[in-house]
């Protein structure tokens, strides 16, 4: 199941590297969509999705020579929102998946942005980041719609 779900992030990340890579000029400012998917998996493959999100972040480094800031990053939010959601005492799906994904998917491309201008020329724009952040909560909003059953029948 593990490896389902790695293959699967590593898919979404091809994707978000050939598709919206041209379109944002740079891959640091493109849609968190592997991230999200790997949030999203943690529900299912609980702490092996540090596994994904290690893997998925070596990728993406790879890519952009970024001296494993993704990946750093990748693990460590994952970890604190598979921190976050397992210390909250009434499980409520909705605030789950559409303030603490979100919240946690917005806070790591912020400090992903602030590392790596200084190292980078990034041509950011605050027009680049809100539609960043718009496309990944359309992503969220598709991926609820095909997992929140699931995730429903696993708590």
Do not use: H
Not at 86 to 99: I, T
Not at 116 to 138: M, N, P
Request: charged fraction near 15%; hydrophobic fraction near 65%.
């Amino acid at each position: 199941m593990t490896l389902l779900f790695v293959f699967a992030s590593l898919l979404i990340s091809v994707f978000q590297v050939a598709v919206f890579t041209p379109i944002f000029g740079n891959l640091f400012l493109t849609p968190s969509l592997s991230f999200i998917f790997i949030l999203f998996s943690s529900y299912f493959i609980r702490e092996k999705a540090l596994i994904s999100a290690f893997l998925i972040g070596l990728f993406l480094d790879a890519i952009t020579d970024s001296w494993g800031i993704i990946t750093l990053l990748n693990v460590l939010f994952t970890y604190i929102y598979m921190l976050i959601t397992s210390v909250v005492f009434v499980r409520n799906l909705f605030v789950e998946l559409f303030a603490i994904l979100p919240a946690v998917a917005f806070i790591r491309k912020i400090l992903l942005i602030f590392i790596v201008e200084r190292r980078f020329l990034i041509d950011f724009t605050a027009k680049s980041l809100i539609f960043s952040f718009a496309i990944d909560l359309i992503f969220i909003l598709i991926l609820c719609k095909f997992v929140c059953k699931r995730i429903n029948e696993e708590t």
